[in-house]
C-alpha cells in the first residue's frame, strides 16, 4: 500500500516562491507515475503536474508552465513541486498522488493520495 506524505505548503505573498514536498513509500510498481493536484475551495480538482519516477518525464497543467516545476529524488523516494512566481489564483490545498499506470494524468488515473497541503498567497 502506498502512502504519501506532503509537506511544504505556508501562507506566501504573491510573486514568492514554495517547495512542496511528497514522501512516497511502498511497493514501486503502484507509484510509476507521481502527480499534484490542486483542489480550490468551491472549485473541482485541478491538475498540475505528473513526473514518471523512472526516466523522470514530466507534464504541467497550462495554468502552471513556466511557473512550476515538478522533480524528484530517487534514493529519498521523494517528489517536489517548486513554485515561482505565486498568484493568487494558486491558493488551494495541494495533494501528492501516485499511480501505477504510466500514461496516468487525469485525478481518476491516481489510486493513493496524501492528506494534502495548504498553499495560500496574499496579494
Known amino acids: 500500500q502506498v502512502q504519501l506524505v506532503e509537506s511544504g505548503g505556508g501562507l506566501v505573498q504573491a510573486g514568492g516562491s514554495l517547495r512542496l514536498s511528497c514522501a512516497a513509500s511502498?511497493?514501486?510498481?503502484?507509484?510509476?507515475?507521481m502527480g499534484w493536484f490542486r483542489q480550490a475551495p468551491g472549485k473541482e480538482r485541478e491538475f498540475v503536474a505528473t513526473i514518471r519516477w523512472s526516466g523522470g518525464s514530466t507534464n504541467y497543467g497550462d495554468s502552471v508552465k513556466g511557473r512550476f516545476t515538478i522533480s524528484r529524488d530517487n534514493a529519498k523516494n521523494t517528489v517536489y513541486l517548486q513554485m515561482n512566481s505565486l498568484k493568487p489564483e494558486d491558493t488551494a490545498v495541494y495533494h501528492c498522488a501516485a499511480s501505477s499506470n504510466w500514461y496516468a494524468g487525469a485525478s481518476a488515473d491516481f489510486g493513493s493520495w496524501g492528506q494534502g497541503t495548504q498553499v495560500t498567497v496574499s496579494s
Open positions: 511502498g511497493p514501486t510498481f503502484s507509484r510509476r507515475v
